[in-house]
């Protein structure tokens, strides 16, 4: 198997993991409230959906060859728009939807520490 297909599929088995997380998440949170199972889904897609973006930029630029430098670069910019996407995504959350903060929180943070947790779980399993 090539080194760039088993990252693809790497990528999209830490996704997956994220995902199954927060609606997991967001189902405990279902027992107690509707609202806090909302809050809760927020906060996740808050985490989950700018990587998915990420992933998406990376596979994208990982098509082309770029020139040295770039590859940095490319990185560099595609983490930028990870934060501002995230920002954006809790804004509008608390904001306009008027999520409850604790749910919101704890599911974002949870998805982050999976997508920090993950990738040496699949390493030690594979």
């Known amino acids: 198997m090539s080194v760039s297909l088993y990252s693809v599929k790497f990528a999209r088995t830490v996704l997956l993991v994220q995902l199954v997380t ?8 279902a027992l107690k409230d509707v609202t806090w199972a909302a809050s809760a889904m927020a906060g996740g897609l808050a985490a989950w959906l700018p990587n998915v973006l990420f992933m998406i930029l990376a596979w994208r630029l990982g098509a082309q060859t770029p020139a040295k430098g770039r590859v940095a670069w490319s990185f560099a910019l ?3 728009l990870k934060v501002f ?3 954006i995504f809790l804004i509008v959350a608390l904001g306009v939807f008027n999520a409850v903060f604790m749910p ?3 599911t974002w943070l949870s998805v982050l520490v999976v997508q920090i947790l993950a990738p040496a779980v699949i390493n030690n399993k594979g």
């Open 85 to 87: 996407a995230t920002i």
């Open 104 to 106: 919101l929180g704890l």
């Open 22 to 29: 927060f609606v997991i998440i967001g189902l405990l949170f």
């Open 78 to 80: 595609g983490e930028v």
